[in-house]
């Protein structure tokens, strides 16, 4: 397994974490070309580390391809955070490039979805309305309104007091979906070729080419 970049995923990423906050990591690594070569499945996985308060999910660079051009916002929020904590090769930094020159209209399936599984299960089934859990839900819509309204990837607070609030910011997310001027979905084109140069290069480190 070759590592390429880790970024923090957590409430850091949104300015939201406290002294007791944990370390959430997404890490994305290249499969040894043996396996990929034969067929074999890449498994994620995640380590948590109690003594340093950090969790990391492993993450293969053909599956981060994929959801990014399905839109799906946690992969999305892998490669955007504001906080790299490595990147090797710049490899971050080259498919951040291609990640916020794509922005599509796709990425509010995964939103729209995160936001109302949250919404039910937590503020209409177990009635949790604090703070907290209204901004945690909040900023992931505010995330999708820009992104819908503006083509930008922005990690904003929400200062949300109550329900209604969060309700109507959910109905400003749903007007941005049906009047954003975005492409449908990202051009592949672009993530392809960045794929292919990597596998590429593993394959010449480890001497298959």
Known sequence: MFEIFTTNVGSHMWKMDHDYSDIDLATVYIQDSK????????????????????????????RVINYLLKGNVNYIWAVMSPIIVNDIGSSLKELRGIVGSNVAKNCFNSINGMARHNIYHYIEKKGDTSY?????????????INALMWGKYMFEKTEIENVKELYDLKEILNNAYNTSALPEKPDPRLYESYLIKWRIKRMRKEGFI
Do not use: S
Not at 35 to 62: C, P, R
């Open 132 to 144: 907290k859990r209204l901004n945690v839900i909040g900023r992931t819509i505010q995330f999708g």
């Open 35 to 62: 396996d990929f070569l034969l067929g074999k499945q890449a498994k994620g996985k995640q380590v948590i580390n109690e003594e340093t308060n950090t969790d990391v999910t492993y993450y293969e660079l053909g």
